[in-house]
């Protein structure tokens, strides 16, 4: 089955940056991760979608992060990059990646995602 890892959370003051990156792995069919996306979830909140990349380059931001964060794949090597730049405070969440097949819509909701990663913890400090 696919398995998703995520690498690259830590602690930044306001303004810096970070690069998550996310490997699937075990996937049998390249349709189960036509979608990679990233979504994130603090405390008490519920989790929102953050960006994701489709196989054939269609990419969708959240408008809180669009200017800001990058997202990138490789298909070659099932590998999305979340690039994260001027990062605020709001953005304190644990990270996660996930994947889906076709027919999500263009909506980020993270109901159509089949695989999920661990999380990884980002934390932005004023």
């Known amino acids: 089955q696919v398995q998703l890892l995520e690498s690259g959370g830590g602690s930044v003051q306001a303004g810096g940056a970070l690069s998550l990156s996310c490997v699937a792995s075990?996937?049998?069919?390249?349709?189960?991760?036509?979608?990679m996306a990233w979504f994130r979830q603090a405390p008490g909140k519920e989790r929102e979608g953050v960006a994701r990349?489709?196989?054939?380059?269609?990419?969708l931001y959240a408008d809180s992060v669009k200017g800001r964060f990058v997202i990138s794949r490789d298909n070659a090597k099932n590998t999305v990059v979340l690039q994260m730049n001027n990062l605020k405070p709001e953005d304190t969440a644990m990270y996660y990646c996930?994947?889906?097949?076709?027919?999500?819509?263009?909506?980020?909701?993270?109901?159509?995602?089949?695989?999920w990663g661990q999380g990884t913890q980002v934390t932005v400090s004023a």
């Open positions: 990349a489709s196989r054939a380059g269609y990419i």
């Open positions: 075990g996937s049998s069919n390249d349709m189960d991760i036509y979608w």
């Open positions: 996930a994947a889906a097949p076709p027919g999500v819509g263009a909506a980020l909701a993270p109901s159509p995602y089949r695989h």
